[in-house]
């Protein structure tokens, strides 16, 4: 007990959990004691069967669309919310219940509090999802269209209740994690938008036929099968252990903000990331630490930059960054920031809650970045031209004594091999 990965959370994130945890608990004792009759125990067979059997049917779709991220959205959700409209809030319970015991059990290893802390998120949407329909319904008349709008209603509030407790728990678990990582992006909002569409047409089909739910079926291994498309795309032009895109999509989105830049007449900033002696954390901690320190440090990078501004794994332990719209002075403020973000960054319980070791040392597994900056048109014309000048500046900035900034414009070119770099302040070459 003294090992579980709980105690490794911070003690807001902890709070959180618990409070979720004890607030499903108590809402799940009250359901039950409320509820008059086992009356609509065939729907909730009917739900939790046809669940099981698609579930099953796209186990193999949904182990490969799971890799792209700690956030997963599936149509799973669409039984539960079909639960939570027709059904008294014990049963819906239930239903989200036994479907989150059988993931639990198919699912083989995982972190015991999350799945405690997923399956009370779900108890408590179907729980808010049941209130909202209920009394939509009866503000609408409990007419057909009136119908229509309080399942709609009921759905968008499972949706919106698990994105927000979900997205909090993900941002105070993970520290750094950006929106992608809490609420999702565009694609995971339509997933949740099909799952919720599906849920009130499967709601309406059991309030004719239970065995309705069972025609759901291959409509949800179609879907899955067509959000896996999505995926794959992803994943072509992502980096498997950052989740940032590779160098090759990194360098073409550069280009066409770089075409934009000269168009616009504006200043365009290429940052080059190198972690410092990055290399003793894989040579005292392991490759397995190394690489998950790697994957936090890429988070707090993404989460410290702009929209649209471009991040990718240039390498190694290099990040590359473009930032549009960007001069000299600004380029310096963000690299800035970066550098403190990581440097100040609680790396030891980042890393500690993903690989369920409470063991790991903060002085230990402490990095900082080195940084150079190359802006656009000052220090190049082109992206090769902008990298070369920044690469020169991060060596500039590692021969200073590393966990700095260092800026293209500050060095002196002279005619020297281009394997080596100056560095004035240190008033040494440094050898590539």
């Known amino acids: 007990m003294r090992k579980w990965a709980l105690w490794t959370l911070t003690v807001p994130a902890f709070c959180v959990v618990a409070l979720v945890d004890l607030a499903a608990l108590a809402y799940g004792v009250k359901a039950f004691a409320g509820l008059p009759s086992w009356r609509g125990i065939d729907v909730v067979f009917a739900l939790t069967v046809s669940a099981l059997i698609s579930v099953e049917g796209a186990r193999r779709v949904e182990s490969r669309r799971r890799r792209g991220g700690a956030l997963h959205k599936d149509l799973g959700s669409a039984w539960m919310i079909a639960a939570a409209i027709v059904l008294h809030p014990a049963l819906a319970i239930l239903v989200a219940v036994l479907l989150r015991i059988w993931w639990r059990i198919r699912a083989g290893k995982c972190i015991p509090y999350r799945w405690a802390f997923s399956t009370a998120v779900h108890v408590l949407a179907v729980g808010a999802a049941h209130a ?4 939509a319904r009866e503000l609408t008349g409990g ?47 339509c997933v ?93 901690l392991g490759h397995l630490v190394g690489d998950e320190a790697l994957r936090a440090v890429a988070t707090i990078l993404r989460s410290a930059i702009r ?57 230990t597994l402490h990095l900082t970045v080195s940084i150079g900056v190359a802006v656009y048109p000052s220090d190049g014309m082109t992206v090769d031209d902008l990298l070369q000048r920044a690469d020169k500046a991060m060596y500039a900035a590692k021969a200073a004594g590393r966990d700095r900034v260092r800026l293209a414009a500050e060095l002196v070119q002279a005619n020297l091999p281009r394997t080596f770099s100056v560095d004035l302040q240190a008033g040494h070459l440094q050898s590539r």
């Open 132 to 135: 909202v329909f209920v009394n």
């Open 143 to 189: 007419n057909s269209l009136g119908l229509v709008v309080a399942m709609l209603a009921g759905a968008a509030t499972y949706v919106v209740a698990d994105m927000l407790l979900c997205g909090l728990a993900i941002s105070l678990i993970l520290p750094g994690s950006g929106r992608r990582d809490t609420v999702g992006d565009k694609d995971d909002w």
């Open 192 to 284: 949740d938008a099909t799952a919720a569409t599906l849920g009130c047409l499967l709601a309406a089909a059991s309030l004719v036929s239970p065995w309705f739910a069972f025609i759901a079926i291959p409509i949800t291994l179609t879907a899955q099968r067509a959000l896996l498309l999505s995926q794959l795309e992803t994943e072509a032009q992502t980096d498997p252990k950052t989740s940032l895109g590779r160098v090759d999509w990194w360098r073409r989105r550069t280009e066409e903000m770089l075409r934009n830049s000269r168009t616009q007449r504006e200043p365009m900033a290429v940052l080059l990331i190198d972690i410092d002696h990055f290399k003793q954390v894989n040579d005292q």
């Open 307 to 363: 929209t649209k501004d471009v991040i990718g794994r240039f390498g190694g332990e290099e990040f590359v960054i473009a930032l549009p719209d960007t001069d000299v002075a600004d380029a310096t403020v963000t690299a800035d920031r970066l550098r403190n973000a990581v440097a100040a960054s609680p790396l030891a319980a980042m890393c500690a809650g993903v690989l369920d070791d409470p063991d790991l040392d903060p002085e």
